[in-house]
């Protein structure tokens, strides 16, 4: 239709609806006599016009909160806005380009609502601040707290890549690469509680998975917001954080720590291997419930499968149950599990918590060796009282103290590396690589001080001249051949690479 | 053109604090809110109202669209890659699908935008009218006001405009009206 007809078409239309009805179509015809085009328009848009009915006769209704949206290309301070890319009660998340530095960041709104309530905004503040400090890889990063009049912002890390709850929705996770995953968010929240930033709401959602494998966790302490007072501030109906990741003690509002994070983390890893939530069959109302019912117990939540235990320590009702921090978490995935894993005792993990029988049996021979060390440099103390008295004068004083004092720190430390290995076995790692360095200062010691002695008395016709040095030597050989040996065996199976003790 | 905006915002946030959530409020009471809030101080800095009232009514044609758009994206299971949210969930998203969009009366916005466009080709006044009266909520005075006719004049052209939008978005109109014959 060219721009003639249209205007011919226009008049048409516009002078036939001035006619009585009936007479319209006739007065169509009339004058579109010549333009079989015109007409036949002009007769569908008549047709149409007298069975229009109400259409857009109401004018557009809105939702306010559909108000908060930045239409792509607004731009708001130096952030370009580029398309939406999430929402929900708290806010809008935009894909926006920040015209300064000229890289794409997720830029998060946050509902004015919030944004107006000063009590807020300074905790915004102090919670984008803490989160800022935190480095790792696996975290997100944040890049600014933007306040904009009324605006408030959060600028971070743009991540290409999907949720964890679009791979979760797919199906169970194999148990590599969710534990895997979950070693990655561990990660994430030891670095976060280290900078003293909570996460609060840990959940598939707020964990990606970029196309390289690698995973970040975002949205780290915004959560800090909820709570009763943003309750009344926010939309009311509208759910705030998310009940079914929450520990008892959050849901209950008591003071949160780091804890919380564990339980959200236990949840997102036993969801990870089932593909289902832990706690729950059906819809959200009755995981909240049972979670903070099950308060103090975790009877009622029957974990089968690999990591069974390790999830099941998360999900204790009770904070002080629970593994005390994400590097726990992190021990423990690292250590006990991957022999069990690699071995392929295949998908009914739930024992796989303990070390596993080699494991065990050549770290008996380690704390063997250490307890059994303890004792025979402990014993040389009789020895060393007589050789005292053969040497006499400050000598025989100072090679007596000399060696008791290397023989206090040998053993004391040898024998807390046994009680730990025996009691709490997974700070042995920690503790062993803190003492090891001191435990072969005072080997040293301790043979040359009795070499020393054993020069000292002077006198070859007592026994003891003998035995000190051939102690000395035992010592050495020992410390030196034996024990490299028994500490290789006992930790290269968790994975741990140990210089000797 | 921020300035409409952010007042638009404005008002919409008291609007969701006081107001159950998910009530819709006509486009109308929203731009003359907005145009009252900003007539006692800012006034000059527009050209009148008119000047006022056809930014708004272009702002909240945006806004619709946009929501209109992300709507459909979430229903989509998203585009190549998404950011979340703390709160999305499950069972909000499930809520957003079970939220009846098309109620008896009620308009497909993008089919209606998409159309409104094709209209703008061919007739940049009519669509004009048509985006003043549906989106801004505008009275025929008012459009007639913005346009600087008639109220006669635009009644008429909206008469025409509606039925070209509504054959437009049934389908009816693409071979006969957009394309040159």
């Given at each position: 239709m060219t721009p003639k007809q249209w205007e011919r078409l226009k008049n048409v239309f516009q002078d036939a609806l001035e006619q009585p009805a009936p007479a319209r179509r006739a007065f169509i015809a009339e004058r579109?006599?010549?333009?079989?085009?015109?007409?036949?328009?002009?007769e569908a848009l008549l047709a149409t016009h007298e069975t229009a009915g109400t259409f857009l006769d109401e004018p557009a209704r809105v939702d306010p909160a559909d108000l908060e949206t930045l239409v792509p290309g607004t731009v708001i301070g130096s952030y370009k806005v580029l398309d939406e890319i999430g929402r929900g009660g708290m806010g809008v998340v935009y894909l926006a380009e920040d015209t300064r530095l000229g890289r794409r960041v997720a830029l998060k709104s946050l509902p004015s609502t919030l944004a107006m309530h000063p009590d807020m905004r300074q905790r915004l503040r102090r919670e984008a601040r803490a989160a800022a400090t935190i480095s790792h890889p696996a975290v997100a990063v944040v890049y600014a707290l933007e306040e904009m009049g009324d605006h408030l912002f959060i600028a971070s890390e743009f991540v290409h890549g999907e949720t964890l709850r679009e791979e979760i929705g797919r199906g169970p996770i194999a148990p590599e690469r969710a534990r895997a995953i979950a070693l990655a968010i561990a990660g994430a929240l030891a670095a976060a509680h280290e900078a003293g930033v909570i996460h609060r709401d840990l959940k598939p959602e707020n964990v990606l998975i970029k196309p390289d494998g690698g995973v970040k966790v975002v949205d780290?302490?915004?959560?800090?917001?909820?709570?009763?007072?943003?309750?009344?501030?926010?939309?009311?109906?509208?759910?705030?954080?998310?009940?079914?990741?929450?520990?008892?003690?959050?849901?209950?509002?008591?003071?949160?720590?780091?804890?919380?994070?564990?339980?959200?983390?236990?949840?997102?890893?036993?969801?990870?291997?089932?593909?289902?939530?832990?706690?729950?069959?059906?819809p959200h109302g009755a995981s909240l419930r049972r979670g903070v019912e099950g308060r103090g117990r975790t009877n009622d939540v029957h974990l089968t499968g690999p990591f069974a235990t390790v999830i099941a320590r998360c999900l204790h009702g009770d904070p002080a149950s629970r593994y005390p921090n994400a590097k726990e978490l992190i021990s423990e995935l690292e250590s006990g599990l991957r022999p069990s894993l690699a071995s392929g005792s295949g998908p009914s993990l739930g024992t796989g918590l303990g070390p596993d029988p080699g494991s065990v049996r050549s770290r008996f021979w380690w704390e063997f060796h250490e307890a059994l060390t303890a004792l025979v440099y402990s014993a040389m103390v009789v020895p060393a009282w007589y050789t005292r008295g053969q040497i006499g004068g400050w000598q025989g004083r100072t090679f007596f103290i000399?060696?008791?004092?290397?023989?206090?720190?040998?053993?004391?430390?040898?024998?807390?590396?046994?009680?730990?290995?025996r009691f709490y076995p997974r700070e042995l790692e920690w503790v062993h690589q803190r003492s090891s360095r001191w435990i072969r200062i005072a080997d040293w010691l301790f043979a040359a001080t009795l070499i020393a002695g054993g020069i000292l008395i002077g006198?070859?016709?007592?026994?003891?001249?003998?035995?000190?040095?051939?102690?000395?030597?035992?010592a050495v050989v020992a410390f030196l051949l034996i024990e490299p040996v028994t500490t290789r065996d006992a930790f290269k199976r968790s994975g741990i690479e140990t210089s000797a003790v | 053109m921020p300035l409409v905006y952010d007042e638009l915002r404005r008002i919409a946030a008291g609007y969701v604090r006081g107001e159950r959530p998910g009530q819709t409020i006509q486009a109308t009471a929203l731009v003359n809110e907005a145009f009252v809030r900003l007539a006692g101080e800012r006034a000059r800095q527009f050209n009148g109202r008119t000047h006022f009232l056809a930014i708004a009514a272009l702002s909240m044609r945006q806004i619709l669209v946009q929501r209109a758009r992300s709507r459909n994206a979430i229903k989509r299971g998203g585009g190549p890659q998404r950011v979340t949210l703390d709160d999305i969930n499950v069972a909000n998203v499930e809520a957003g699908f079970s939220r009846p969009e098309l109620a008896p009366g009620d308009v497909d916005i993008l089919a209606l935008d998409e159309a409104l466009s094709r209209l703008a080709a061919l007739d940049a006044e009519l669509a004009k009218v048509v985006e003043l009266r549906y989106f801004g909520g505008l009275t025929v005075e008012e459009v007639a006001d913005v346009m600087g006719t008639s109220p006669?004049?635009?009644?008429?052209?909206?008469?025409?405009?509606?039925?070209?939008?509504?054959?437009?978005?049934?389908?009816?109109?693409?071979?006969t009206t957009a394309e040159p014959s």
């Amino acid at each position: 239709m060219t721009p003639k007809q249209w205007e011919r078409l226009k008049n048409v239309f516009q002078d036939a609806l001035e006619q009585p009805a009936p007479a319209r179509r006739a007065f169509i015809a009339e004058r579109c006599a010549d333009d079989v085009i015109v007409l036949r328009e002009a007769e569908a848009l008549l047709a149409t016009h007298e069975t229009a009915g109400t259409f857009l006769d109401e004018p557009a209704r809105v939702d306010p909160a559909d108000l908060e949206t930045l239409v792509p290309g607004t731009v708001i301070g130096s952030y370009k806005v580029l398309d939406e890319i999430g929402r929900g009660g708290m806010g809008v998340v935009y894909l926006a380009e920040d015209t300064r530095l000229g890289r794409r960041v997720a830029l998060k709104s946050l509902p004015s609502t919030l944004a107006m309530h000063p009590d807020m905004r300074q905790r915004l503040r102090r919670e984008a601040r803490a989160a800022a400090t935190i480095s790792h890889p696996a975290v997100a990063v944040v890049y600014a707290l933007e306040e904009m009049g009324d605006h408030l912002f959060i600028a971070s890390e743009f991540v290409h890549g999907e949720t964890l709850r679009e791979e979760i929705g797919r199906g169970p996770i194999a148990p590599e690469r969710a534990r895997a995953i979950a070693l990655a968010i561990a990660g994430a929240l030891a670095a976060a509680h280290e900078a003293g930033v909570i996460h609060r709401d840990l959940k598939p959602e707020n964990v990606l998975i970029k196309p390289d494998g690698g995973v970040k966790v975002v949205d780290f302490g915004i959560a800090q917001i909820e709570g009763p007072e943003a309750t009344r501030l926010t939309r009311a109906g509208s759910m705030l954080g998310t009940p079914a990741y929450m520990a008892p003690e959050q849901l209950l509002g008591q003071t949160v720590d780091g804890r919380a994070d564990i339980y959200a983390w236990g949840i997102v890893f036993s969801e990870m291997l089932s593909g289902m939530h832990p706690l729950q069959r059906g819809p959200h109302g009755a995981s909240l419930r049972r979670g903070v019912e099950g308060r103090g117990r975790t009877n009622d939540v029957h974990l089968t499968g690999p990591f069974a235990t390790v999830i099941a320590r998360c999900l204790h009702g009770d904070p002080a149950s629970r593994y005390p921090n994400a590097k726990e978490l992190i021990s423990e995935l690292e250590s006990g599990l991957r022999p069990s894993l690699a071995s392929g005792s295949g998908p009914s993990l739930g024992t796989g918590l303990g070390p596993d029988p080699g494991s065990v049996r050549s770290r008996f021979w380690w704390e063997f060796h250490e307890a059994l060390t303890a004792l025979v440099y402990s014993a040389m103390v009789v020895p060393a009282w007589y050789t005292r008295g053969q040497i006499g004068g400050w000598q025989g004083r100072t090679f007596f103290i000399a060696l008791v004092a290397t023989v206090v720190v040998a053993t004391t430390a040898r024998l807390h590396l046994w009680f730990t290995s025996r009691f709490y076995p997974r700070e042995l790692e920690w503790v062993h690589q803190r003492s090891s360095r001191w435990i072969r200062i005072a080997d040293w010691l301790f043979a040359a001080t009795l070499i020393a002695g054993g020069i000292l008395i002077g006198d070859e016709h007592s026994p003891l001249a003998i035995v000190l040095p051939s102690v000395a030597v035992g010592a050495v050989v020992a410390f030196l051949l034996i024990e490299p040996v028994t500490t290789r065996d006992a930790f290269k199976r968790s994975g741990i690479e140990t210089s000797a003790v | 053109m921020p300035l409409v905006y952010d007042e638009l915002r404005r008002i919409a946030a008291g609007y969701v604090r006081g107001e159950r959530p998910g009530q819709t409020i006509q486009a109308t009471a929203l731009v003359n809110e907005a145009f009252v809030r900003l007539a006692g101080e800012r006034a000059r800095q527009f050209n009148g109202r008119t000047h006022f009232l056809a930014i708004a009514a272009l702002s909240m044609r945006q806004i619709l669209v946009q929501r209109a758009r992300s709507r459909n994206a979430i229903k989509r299971g998203g585009g190549p890659q998404r950011v979340t949210l703390d709160d999305i969930n499950v069972a909000n998203v499930e809520a957003g699908f079970s939220r009846p969009e098309l109620a008896p009366g009620d308009v497909d916005i993008l089919a209606l935008d998409e159309a409104l466009s094709r209209l703008a080709a061919l007739d940049a006044e009519l669509a004009k009218v048509v985006e003043l009266r549906y989106f801004g909520g505008l009275t025929v005075e008012e459009v007639a006001d913005v346009m600087g006719t008639s109220p006669a004049t635009v009644k008429r052209q909206w008469a025409l405009a509606r039925a070209w939008l509504k054959r437009a978005i049934e389908g009816g109109v693409t071979d006969t009206t957009a394309e040159p014959s």
